[in-house]
C-alpha cells in the first residue's frame, strides 16, 4: 500500500515528534487528540522547527512547507481517510484499547496500525480489534526527530506484510529498527526509568543535587542529553506512571522514589509547568542556574 497521509493519534511530546519528523520526509499528517492542549500542538511544533531554524538545519521555506503538511484535528472521522494510523497516547490501556477500536471501525482494512506503548504488550492491545494481524508495536524514542533509532515488537498473529509496511515508514524517517521481544518497558524505557529513578534516590539522600547527578551520569557517559532532563521532557507524571505500571509486573525494583511521588504531588513536573528537577524558561529551554545560561 502507498502510504501518503497518516493519522497520529496523540497530539503530546511523542506524537508531536513523530508528526514533524513524518512531515518533514514529506509525509501528510493529520493529528488527532481529544485532551487539553491539543489545540497548541501546532504552535508547540513550530517552534521546534524555529530551534532548528536558527541552527540551520532547515531553510524558511523547508518550515513552511512541513507546517503545510501537518494538520490538526478533533473528528476521528478523517480515519476514513489516512493510509497508516499511529496510536501515541498515554499507557492507560483502557484509553488506547478503545482509540484503536475506533480507528479499526473507520479506516479501510487494508490501513496498518502502529502502537508506541512503552509499558503495554501491544498483544493485549492487539485482541481488541479486528486486524490484530495488522498491529505493530514501533516505540519511537523523544525527542523523535533527533533520535536515529526505535523498537520495534511484534505479536504471534502480526503478519509479516504489517512489519514491511511499518519498517518501509520508519526507513523513511531515517530510523534504525532494532526489533526485540515483547516485555513491558521494552529496553530504552525500563533502562531510562532506572537512572532517573536511583539518581532521584541520590539526590532524596543527599549524596549530591540534581545538577552533580546530571553533570556526572551525562559526562561519564558521553550523553547528550542526561537522564533527570529527559525525565523532565518527557514528564515526570508520566515517568512515575511507568515506574507503577513496571512495578506491578517486575516487583519492588521498579519501586519509585519518594521523590518522584512529591514532585509530581507539588506539579513539579517538568518542562509542562517549567519546573520538575530542573527549571525551564517559557521556550523549553533549560535554565542553567549557575551561569544564568539557557539550553535548548
Not at 512547507?65 to 473528528?75: A, N, P, V
Not at 479501510?108 to 503495554?120: A, D, G, M, N
Not at 517486575?250 to 504531588?265: H, N, Q, S, W
Not at 513539579?268 to 524558561?281: E, H, S
Amino acid at each position: 500500500m502507498d502510504i501518503r497521509r497518516i493519522a497520529v493519534l496523540g497530539a503530546g511530546r511523542l506524537g508531536r515528534g513523530i508528526a514533524e519528523c513524518a512531515a518533514s520526509k514529506g509525509y501528510d499528517v493529520v493529528l488527532f487528540s481529544q485532551g487539553a492542549g491539543g489545540q497548541d500542538a501546532l504552535r508547540r511544533i513550530e517552534k521546534s522547527l524555529d530551534r532548528k531554524l536558527a541552527k540551520w538545519a532547515i531553510t524558511e521555506s523547508e518550515k513552511r512547507l512541513i507546517l503545510g503538511r501537518i494538520s490538526y484535528t478533533l473528528d476521528l472521522k478523517e480515519l476514513s481517510k489516512v493510509d497508516l494510523v499511529i496510536e501515541a497516547t498515554i499507557d492507560h490501556f483502557y484509553t488506547k484499547q478503545e482509540l484503536l477500536r475506533t480507528a479499526d471501525h473507520l479506516c479501510p482494512p487494508e490501513v496498518v496500525f502502529i502502537s508506541t506503548s512503552s509499558t503495554l504488550r501491544v498483544s493485549d492491545l492487539a485482541r481488541g480489534i479486528t486486524r490484530n494481524d495488522m498491529l505493530v508495536g514501533l516505540h519511537f524514542i523523544p525527542p523523535v526527530p533527533e533520535v536515529p533509532v526505535a523498537e520495534l515488537t511484534v505479536t504471534s498473529h502480526t503478519s509479516q506484510a504489517a512489519v514491511e509496511t511499518v519498517k518501509q515508514f520508519a526507513a523513511r524517517l531515517d530510523k534504525e529498527i532494532i526489533q526485540i521481544q515483547e516485555s513491558p518497558g521494552l529496553v530504552n524505557p525500563r533502562a531510562l526509568i532506572t537512572l532517573v529513578n536511583e539518581a532521584a534516590y541520590m539526590i532524596d539522600e543527599g549524596v549530591c543535587d540534581a545538577a552533580a547527578a546530571e553533570a556526572i551520569i551525562k559526562e561519564s557517559w558521553g550523553m547528550t542529553q542526561g537522564p533527570l532532563e529527559m525525565a523532565d521532557r518527557l514528564g515526570l507524571d508520566l515517568v512515575l506512571n511507568w515506574m507503577e505500571q513496571l512495578q506491578e509486573e517486575f516487583g519492588d525494583r521498579y519501586a519509585p522514589c519518594p521523590l518522584m511521588r512529591r514532585y509530581v504531588r507539588q506539579r513539579r513536573l517538568g518542562v509542562k509547568t517549567k519546573l520538575g528537577f530542573f527549571a525551564y524558561t517559557d521556550d523549553d529551554a533549560l535554565v542553567v542556574a549557575d551561569q544564568g545560561e539557557q539550553e535548548d
